[in-house]
Structures are given as C-alpha cells and as structure tokens.
C-alpha cells in the first residue's frame, strides 16, 4: 500500500493496539490489567508482568486486526472475546498456517487463547484449547545445531581475548578489562552457571 504522496510503500499493521478495540474488548482488557491495591484484588491478568500483558495484548490485537481486514470485525460486540468463535479461528488459522513455523502457529492459538480466558474468564473455551493442544503436538521446533559451539573454540577465544589484552592495550583500565572479559569467556565455557551467579562472584 503506497501513500498519497507516491512514497515508499506501507506496511499494513498486522496488529490492532489495545485502544482501537472494540469497546467491550478494551475495557475488558484494562479491568484485567487493573492491579492489585491494597484490599482490592487485581485484574485476572495482574499477576502477570508488563511484558507478557503487553505480549498477550499484541498476539490478541493481531487476531483482531485479521478480523478487520477481512471485514468480520464487529465494533459493537458484546461481551468481550465474544468474536474468538470457531468459524473465525478457522478463517484466521488458514491465513497464517502457510506463512509461519509449526511452534509460531502454535504460539498465536495459545496466546489468542489466553487472551480470551482473560477478558472473559467465565465464558468456556475447551474448544480452543483443544485446537492448541492439536497444534502443540504438531510443533517442530527450528534446528539450533548450526549455532552451537564448541567449548574448545570458546576457552580459545577467551585465551586470545586475554593475550591480546596484554599485548596490545596501553591503558591499564582497557587490559584491566579485556583479561576480564576473556577470563568470563573462557570460565563460562569451562563452568557454566546462572547469570546471577556468574554475576556475584568476586575474584579474591
């Protein structure tokens, strides 16, 4: 799609943003987000962290933003999620089947499904979540052989990483911290450990 000015072409947003719901879909949205204050018991979505809000809003905005390009979008639906039908997850799933990897068909039904037991969590959908657990059985998750090294390469990398530490660097901060570096390379290598652990530790 081109812009009036004969521009660079524009992408058409995949996803609808929380305030271009449909009226019940938002407010329903915003009272799940709503957190936990004092006595008052949060949302059925305050339990969880930003991010993943912010995730599951945009994997559920998608679905929505499919809907409204095929013209099954309803502005004026009630109750909230009440357009997560099977006819429409159908339609939405055949879209996207050829486009993407069996784990992301599988991360769409999941979150969509989530999304929906949120903003309606009293309404049943057993049907959508057997849909998910179809897709899940089906998944083959990418090879990642290709990006594994080997932990010969990385002690030598962190060696080399030392040596030219102190070699080349002039300034004592900079071969300060290029041993350091090479030392955390060639440690993590040879002792994996947590983040947070690795983090702590203290020479001397």
């Given at each position: 799609?081109?812009?009036?000015?004969?521009?660079?072409?524009?992408?058409?947003?995949?996803?609808?943003?929380?305030?271009?719901?449909?009226?019940?879909?938002?407010?329903?949205?915003?009272?799940?987000?709503?957190?936990?204050?004092?006595?008052?018991?949060?949302?059925?979505?305050?339990?969880?962290?930003?991010?993943?809000?912010?995730?599951?809003?945009?994997?559920?905005?998608?679905?929505?933003?499919?809907?409204?390009?095929?013209?099954?979008?309803?502005?004026?639906?009630?109750?909230?999620?009440?357009?997560?039908?099977?006819?429409?997850?159908?339609?939405?799933?055949?879209?996207?089947?050829?486009?993407?990897?069996?784990?992301?068909?599988?991360?769409?039904?999941?979150?969509?499904?989530?999304?929906?037991?949120?903003?309606?969590?009293?309404?049943?959908?057993?049907?959508?979540?057997?849909?998910?657990?179809?897709?899940?059985?089906?998944?083959?998750?990418?090879?990642?052989?290709?990006?594994?090294?080997?932990?010969?390469?990385?002690?030598?990398?962190?060696?080399?990483?030392i040596t030219e530490a102190k070699a080349v660097a002039k300034a004592p901060i900079k071969r300060a911290r290029g041993i350091r570096n090479g030392l955390m390379v060639a440690l993590l290598?040879?002792?994996?450990?947590?983040?947070?652990?690795?983090a702590a530790l203290e020479i001397d």
């Open positions: 799609m081109k812009d009036r000015g004969g521009g660079k072409p524009q992408k058409t947003r995949q996803s609808l943003p929380v305030d271009e719901w449909p009226e019940a879909d938002r407010l329903a949205w915003q009272a799940a987000c709503r957190p936990t204050y004092r006595l008052r018991k949060g949302g059925s979505a305050s339990h969880l962290a930003p991010v993943s809000q912010a995730d599951i809003a945009a994997r559920y905005g998608r679905f929505l933003g499919f809907l409204k390009r095929i013209g099954r979008l309803d502005f004026n639906n009630a109750p909230a999620a009440s357009q997560v039908t099977p006819a429409n997850v159908e339609t939405y799933m055949a879209d996207f089947t050829d486009k993407v990897n069996s784990v992301t068909a599988w991360n769409c039904i999941y979150k969509l499904r989530r999304a929906t037991q949120l903003l309606s969590p009293t309404e049943d959908f057993t049907w959508l979540t057997e849909i998910e657990k179809d897709l899940e059985l089906l998944q083959e998750p990418r090879s990642k052989f290709d990006r594994l090294v080997m932990t010969e390469q990385l002690v030598e990398v962190g060696l080399s990483l290598a040879l002792c994996p450990s947590r983040k947070k652990n690795f």
